[in-house]
């Protein structure tokens, strides 16, 4: 089974920055395009940042422009660099390897972003 350890959550004031990581079990992180997703209380989890295989990136609307994905293979880590943090932007975060449908692996325990005054 593949593992995933998402790490780097915290509180935050609107404005701040956090960067989370995802670290893979295994060494095949290079296979997959990655992805961070992330789940508020009462909504579904959503999409909000991915990066191909190839290292192309694409963000939801939400995020664009403050947000930046990037991996090291080598590592087998995938990180998110959250700038500009707004109170919607509190979530569980997580990552995964997206699909057409879904994800290829099991949800890890994700990391708690809270942006608050």
């Known amino acids: 089974q593949v593992q995933l350890v998402e790490s780097g959550g915290g509180l935050v004031q609107p404005g701040g920055s956090l960067r989370l990581s995802c670290t893979v079990s295994?060494?095949?992180?290079?296979?997959?395009?990655m992805g961070w997703y992330r789940q508020a209380p009462g909504k579904q989890r959503e999409l909000v940042a991915r990066?191909?295989?190839?290292?192309?990136?694409n963000y939801a609307d939400s995020v664009k422009g403050r947000f930046t994905i990037s991996r090291d293979n080598a590592k087998n880590t995938v990180s998110l660099q959250m700038n500009s943090l707004k109170p919607e932007d509190t979530a569980v975060y997580y990552c995964?390897?997206?699909?057409?449908?879904?994800?290829?692996?099991?949800w890890g325990q994700g990391t708690q972003v809270t942006v608050s005054s």
């Open positions: 995964n390897a997206p699909t057409t449908t879904g994800v290829f692996h099991s």
């Open positions: 990066i191909t295989r190839g290292g192309s990136t």
């Open positions: 295994r060494s095949i992180i290079s296979i997959y395009d």
